[in-house]
Every structure is written in C-alpha cells, then in structure tokens.
C-alpha cells in the first residue's frame, strides 16, 4: 500500500480537520442553536403543533424566498415529495423514469410507489451528477418518439420524466441536463433534498425542473425532525401539491368531500417551527460548511491518491457532505479506511450501493453505468457537520 | 319543524355542555399539559430531533404496554400506518380489500396507493362499525373459495383482507367480525385510528387483527402534531414493519444496503417526545372525555328526535368524538343544525362524505349501503375536547 493511503495519516488529517478531541464525530449533525426552542414552545403553547397554526405558511415563505422558487410546499420528508412530485407530473403505472444508478434509494422507491420502472443512468466524474452527453447519446440510441413522447424501444413503455440529483449539494449540470430533457420530452424533476444553499450559475438549484424536491431530514443541512418539500415556478403545480398532499379535501366549513386520490404528507406545525428557526441560520450554516471544506481541501492536497472533491466550475455549492476520491489504483483501501475511520470515532462511510444492485431493481433497465461503478468503488464521506467549520467550529 | 328539533334549543343545550362562554368551541383541541415541554426540549438540547434518540423507542414501548399489544411501531401518521399494514398482509395490485363505506377518507385511499380495489361494506346501526351478519351474508353470496382464498365472483379478484374501523371510538363487533374473517380467509386489519383507549370486552382494541393502526394527529386524543402507529402481536409482522417502515436497510456499520422497497414512514425523534408526554395523560383525557359524554347524554336524553350516541354493550369507549343521530323524520334538519352551531361558534361536523360517492372511488364495488345511507344524512359530531370534561373542564 502506497505510503500516502496510510490509514493512519488519512486518520491523522481527519482529526486535525474536524478538531473535536477525544469525541465521537458523526457525519452530520444539526445545530439547533437558533431561536428553535422559541416557536417550538411557541407552538405548545398555543396548542398547535399539527395542521393549526402559522409555521407551515412561513417555513413555505421563507423557502420559497431563499430558493428564489416562486412556490414551496412542505411536506413530511423528501421521500414523500418525490412521490408526490412525480404523480403531479404524470408519472403513471407501467411508465419509465429516468434517474442517476448513484442515489439514495428513496429516488428510485418514488418512482415504484408510481407503479413505474426506473431506468438507470450514468454519472459524471466532474459533477457526480448526470452526465448529459453520455445520456443524450443513450437516448438517441435506445427510444423512440411518438405523439411528443419518447418510447423505450425494446420495451415500448413510455419514458415519462428524469431525476437529477445534486449529489451530495453539488448541483449537476442542469442547462445541459433541461436540453436533454426538451429533446426527448421528458419532464424534469431535481431531486435537491441535498441542495438547499447550492448555486447553479448564480441562481439556486431547484429552478430548472418542472418542479424540484428537498429534504430536512435530520442529517440535512437544516432539519425540521423529519420533513421535506416541493419547489416550483409553476402556479398549478404547487396548487395541485398542496392539494394533493393534503388529502385532496376541498373546502367546505363541514363537508368532508376529496376530489381525488390523496395522501397525508402535510408537514405538521411543530416540524414547520422548526423548520423556521432552522432557515434563518442557513447563511451560516453554509458559510461555515463551505470554511470546512476548504480546511479539508488544503489538508488533503498533497495526499497523493486521494483527491478532495471540488464543486463544480459552474457551481457553488453547499458541501452538505464532504467526499474523498481514491483514485482507481488505490479503491482496494477504501474499506480499511472506513475500518481505521470508525475505530478513532470519525464516522466516515462510502456512497450508497448503486440502485441496479439492490434485489428489488436488480431487473430494471439501465445503461452503461461505467462511471458510477468507479464511483461507487471510491468515494468516501467525511464529517461535515456545520459546527466543525467557521471560527467558532 | 318539530319544536325539539328547534336549532336554537339545541345550541343551548351545547353551550351549556361545553360551558366555555364566549369561546369558539373547537370540535376536538389537543392539550399539552403535561411533560410536552420537557421531553421536547430535552430533544433540542440533545440535537435529537431526527433518528437519533431514544423517544421513538419509548413511545413504542408505552404504546404497547398501555394497548396490551405485543409491539408497536410508531410511524409519520395514521395513513402510512394503513398504508404499510396493507402491504405487510400481502394486499398486491388488482387485490380486493373490504372496508366499510362510512369511514374517513385514508383508509380507501390506503387500499388504492397498494393499486388494489376497495370494496365497500355497510355500517350496524348500533356500533357504528361493520355489519357482521350482514357481511357475512353478503360474502357467502358474492364470493368462491379456492385455494383458501375468497375470490370476488364477478371481478374473479382475491379478496385479501378487511379493515374494520373503530368510528369516532367505538369498537366494531370484533369477535363476530373476526369469525366472519376466518371463515372467507380475510386477513383483518382494525383502523383504531380514533380508537386509542377504547376496549372491547376488556380488552383494548387492536388485538384482534393480524395489526391494527393508530393515529395521533392533532385531532385524535393523544397527538404527536402528526403520528401514527400500528400495533401487532407478531413478532415478525412488527419485525417487517420496522424495518419496511425504515427503507428496508439492512444493519451495517456503514454499507447502503436495502433488500426491498421501503419507505420513509419513520416517526421522527421530536414528534415521538410529544407522544411519551401524552401517553402519559391518557387515563385522565379519557375520564374527562367519558365525563363529558355523560354530560351530553343527560343533556340530549329527553329531547325527541335527536339520540346521543352511546358505546355498544360489550364496549368501554374513549368517546373520542361525541355523536348525535338525528331521527329518521328529522334527517332534513342536519344542516341547519349544523349552520346554526357553527353561527355560535360551536364547531360541528357532520359524518365524513360515504366512499362510494366520491369521484375516485364511485366504480368501486360495494354492498347494499341502506344503514351507512341513513347514518351519514343524520350524525352530527358535537366538541369533544377533553378539557370540556371532569371537574377541571
Ligand atoms: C438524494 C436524496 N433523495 C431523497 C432523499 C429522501 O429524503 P427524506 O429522507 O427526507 O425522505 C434523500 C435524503 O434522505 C436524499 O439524500
Ligand atoms: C378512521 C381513520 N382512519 C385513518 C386515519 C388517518 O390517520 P392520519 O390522519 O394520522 O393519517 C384517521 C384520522 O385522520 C381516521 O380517523
């Protein structure tokens, strides 16, 4: 083993990096610092903490003014917007959804709890997004188009819509990806539960897609216990969201009459409250990320056979999780690193199995997955809470 | 209009039930008068608001102690709670599942995200729940068994499972129910959403189904803002819950391995805080609710033409929604009635819409649907709040 993937060294780094002597470093933690406990309590209170009271409508304000989205619609987690997400753009039983072979496995559950099939794409090395030339050229090969919709040739099912994730918040390259997606006319939904405080060529990620998908899970950067949202440019589809999300009911002072299908996804209050105190530190839980990563960088830039992922040129980007790369020679390490990781209390782990592997996507369709395979053999996440960057970290 | 049936007669008697002058008088209000606080800020301070912490197990434990049940799995609310018992018993696309017409909206909604067919039965006038006999008839008419199962004769589709549900609190006939089960080798879910604290025969429901579903939306008689749970006497069924309820990931210090689509119905650490607060309180919300009901009941018992709902025999109830029933002569005053109250501030509702007459559901199966008919123009829930009730009320 080449003296640079010294586990040891790496480990060395690491602490230096993160500097918490003697404690335990999760990979993400959330900080709570903000006025959280004012409109928790203001909620007990109250007595609102389910769906009477204010915080839902301004969690949605506030996100929709940070995103620069013209809607929010919050909900109870990311998976739950997905779901929603891609029934609203007409995802239906037996129809296909394109998304990266590279993602958290709620991706690819959304698009089976719509009875459809995922149809797994390669990523980008400089991205770790889509790569839209890879897929552009894929398209060209294996659909057909008919009436304004593209047909998987060998299975004649519909190709309705395509998932781009922003993996790990650096923004895939979306110009280049809402081409694609005009050509074969596939609707576009970006899957940003990663994303919030990540820039895409100055305007915030989530814009592009018809509508966009975000998380505040307890391991995001702002976390509402469990929850998530929808973002959209489109009147009618955040209408229809906050419909559907609702359990569909339409008003009446006493009627109990739903127009159609619908779930309960609506984010309860007491989450909401949290959600608002969580937002109004959101600049600086991102300068201080970024800080981190930057220490990261310089401390791994001599490491030879490792490299510090970047964002993207056209990107800033919110470093929800910092990654390592090995480079190929060295992926043989990674799992002795993650051991040496885990044994000093630096919990470290490796990207997500890639979706084609899973039993239950294992007979999906897919393309040449090349780099994401490489990928999936040699990224590692490092500790990245907000707390562990800035001056104060 | 007969003079017992005058609105104004019977807004009064409310008033005087409720005894909150000048007040709104929500129909059900959560009250947070316990530990909310201290369990919820402990969340805070700890940064457990998420997955991490130990509220979720907590809550699952004092659920199961106080049902009798064997486990609980708490989860993001009621619906998911349905919806994952539904695919836990093996209920499959183009399936059948029976469940009565007169029930809120979830429970169809839950048979339909499993892309089966609801199959809508009518209501015994006495318990508000299902018919057994009446069921029982129409099942040796409609069905033929092979292979130890019930197909629908005229869709040839298996009929898996029934959900009985518990209306505003009072059990179902579960014992006949269960034996109607057996016989057409149903799998019984009971929807005990409303019904947390009711006991049948001394017993508490939810222990007779394969698993049964709680809800603690702000609206039900525990809260956790938004929760739900199902309860089980197997030890696999609860197995499989947890960990479908949890995007089936296997144990592993570090890999993403899932073996199976899962979901994100995972109660988060913050809201389960809340449940422990107020699992804690629920012997005193359900003496101050049954106090309150008895107040009614004077109040209503010699007014011609309206009977306050009382609990079946076998059954002691948590009263969670207090109900009139109009007579049959008087069906045409509900809705004066009900714009009557609400002018005073006396938040009414009438039953919820019948499943078989909404849009998404109208070419559904169901039985003959007389008592569900006449029940649905004729109750109306009155404020039920437990702090409208006992001493302190
Ligand atoms: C890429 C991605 N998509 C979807 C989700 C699902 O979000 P949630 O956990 O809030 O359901 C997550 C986060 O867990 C994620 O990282
Ligand atoms: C009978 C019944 N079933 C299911 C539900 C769904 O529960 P939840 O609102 O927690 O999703 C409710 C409550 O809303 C209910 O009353």
Chains 1, 2 share one sequence.
Not at 195 to 200: C, E, P, R
């Amino acid at each position: 083993m080449n003296r640079n993937l010294d586990a040891n060294h790496i480990v060395k780094l690491l602490k230096h990096g993160t500097n918490q002597p003697g404690e335990v470093i999760p990979l993400h933690e959330p900080s709570l610092t903000g006025k959280e406990w004012q409109y928790v309590k203001d909620c007990l209170d109250k007595g609102w903490v389910s769906s009477v009271g204010e915080y839902v409508n301004l969690f949605e304000k506030k996100l929709a003014q940070y995103t620069g989205a013209r809607h929010a619609i919050a909900v109870v987690n990311g998976t739950a917007a997905l779901h929603l997400g891609l029934k609203i753009v007409g995802v239906e039983y037996g129809d296909e959804v394109l998304l990266p072979a590279l993602t958290f496995v709620a991706t690819a559950n959304a698009v089976h709890y719509c009875g459809a099939v995922p149809h797994f794409i390669d990523s980008d090395m400089d991205t770790l997004g889509i790569d839209p030339k890879k897929l552009d050229d894929y398209l060209k090969e294996i659909t057909v188009q008919k009436n304004g919709c593209s047909y998987n040739k060998k299975t004649m099912r519909p190709i309705k819509a395509l998932i781009a994730v922003h993996t790990f918040g650096h923004p895939a390259d979306l110009d280049s990806i809402h081409t694609v997606c005009n050509k074969y006319h596939l609707d576009l939904i970006e899957d940003a539960a990663e994303a919030l405080g990540s820039y895409y060529k100055q305007k915030h990620t989530g814009n592009w897609g018809k509508l966009s998908v975000l998380s505040f899970n307890g391991n995001k950067i702002i976390t509402t216990g469990g929850g998530g949202a929808i973002l959209t440019n489109d009147t009618g589809v955040a209408e229809i969201a906050k419909h559907v999300s609702t359990t569909a009911k339409i008003r009446h002072r006493w009627e109990f009459i739903h127009d159609q299908i619908g779930y309960n996804y609506r984010l309860p209050n007491i989450n909401a409250a949290l959600g608002c105190a969580q937002i109004e530190q959101i600049d600086q839980f991102i300068n201080k990320k970024r800080s981190l990563a930057e220490k990261y960088r310089q401390l791994f830039k001599n490491v030879t056979g490792i490299t510090f992922f970047r964002e993207p040129a056209y990107a800033r980007s919110n470093y929800w999780l910092n990654t390592l790369i090995l480079d190929e020679k060295y992926t043989a390490s990674r799992d002795s690193l993650l051991e040496a990781t885990h044994e000093q209390g630096i919990l470290t782990r490796p990207v997500w199995t890639l979706m084609n592997k899973l039993d239950m996507f294992q007979n999906c369709p897919h393309m040449d997955l090349s780099i994401a395979e490489s990928l999936e053999q040699r990224m590692i996440n490092i500790p990245s809470s907000s707390k562990l960057g800035g001056e104060d970290g």
